[in-house]
């Protein structure tokens, strides 16, 4: 019969590439865990992996087998959720990963929502960009919150991931607080300042394909543009003066010193997700996890319908 656990190894090497990563995830050692892989290439009597001095890869047999591994895995995940849900008292890590600006935002409603159950530990941590749906389906985290600027719903009904809609996240108009459009009495037209200095992310993000989709529809590109990496470089750099720019509006879920928000007419909107595997949201610490990122979304919401200036959200 087939070790569970070493099937587990073996998905984790398929995750992380190498023996010394996996190691480093499992919290092993690299002797260990090559050890648990040879054995399970003795279960199965073939070779699941080429070794060789420096390195190592699944065998065409590893990959048939990581196959069948991933739906044993996932299966073993839907009857314990079912089992937990029968006690219906959430324990155990919940690990939630999350792009920055969700993690900032997010972050301070969720813990107080889930400090009340002692038997939970949560686990946030900030993604790097990339397929945000990745590290949830190849069960590295439990939650992801991913962004999608396309504006298609996803279809997650047959699939192996749940996507939840937490917000509606448009662009809106950054810039210093003292400028001319930091009076919300002054109506804003991108065509008027396509003259200025517009700070933006790094051509191929998402949000600068938006950005530009945007000044694309008054007329085309503003005279001046500076890239830069990282939503919170780019507010400090308008807030200093060196420019304007349209970002999420979750960006000013936070504390905004030097800058103003305007709205934006037609602007691009993200949605923004949770994603969870299907196999998991029965697990009652998954669900109240699930339910505390919707509270955190009403609560920021209610942060961005304007303390000063504009509603950024309705």
Do not use: C
């Not at 087998?65 to 991933?70: D, R, S, V």
């Not at 279809?155 to 749940?162: C, E, I, K, Q």
């Amino acid at each position: 019969m087939l070790d569970l656990r070493r099937l587990q190894i073996l998905h984790e090497f398929a995750v992380h590439g190498t023996i010394a990563a996996t190691a480093a995830a499992l919290g092993y050692t690299p002797s260990a865990v090559s050890q648990q892989l040879s054995a399970l290439e003795r279960e199965v009597g073939t070779q699941l992996l080429d070794r060789t001095a420096r390195s190592a890869e699944l065998t065409d047999a590893g990959r048939l087998l990581l196959g069948h591994a991933e739906q044993i895995l996932a299966m073993v995940e839907a009857a314990e959720s079912v089992l937990a849900a029968q006690t219906g008292a959430p324990r155990g890590r919940v690990t939630i990963t999350a792009f920055p600006t969700a993690a900032v935002a997010f972050a301070p409603s969720i813990a107080r929502s889930l400090r009340v159950h002692e038997g939970m530990q949560l686990v946030l941590r900030q993604s790097t960009g990339g397929d945000g749906t990745r590290p949830v389906r190849t069960a590295e985290v439990d939650i992801s919150l991913v962004d999608d600027w396309s504006g298609r719903t996803p279809d997650s009904a047959a699939g192996t991931l749940r996507h939840y809609l937490l917000l509606r996240d448009p662009l809106v108009l950054a810039v210093p607080e003292d400028h001319r459009l930091a009076d919300p009495s002054v109506p804003v037209d991108l065509a008027d300042l396509l003259d200025e200095s517009w700070v933006t992310a790094p051509t191929g993000e998402p949000s600068r394909t938006a950005v530009d989709r945007l000044l694309a529809g008054v007329g085309g590109a503003p005279g001046a543009v500076w890239e830069f990496e990282g939503i919170g470089t780019i507010m400090s750099l308008v807030a200093r003066g060196l420019g304007i720019a349209a970002v999420p509006a979750l960006s000013f879920s936070s504390a905004s010193p030097g800058l103003a928000h305007r709205r934006i007419p037609h602007a691009p909107v993200r949605r923004i997700y949770a994603v969870a595997r299907a196999t998991s949201v029965r697990r009652p610490a998954i669900e109240v996890t699930l339910n505390a990122l919707y509270e955190a979304a009403e609560d920021v919401k209610r942060v961005l319908a304007a303390e000063r200036g504009e509603a950024l959200l309705d």
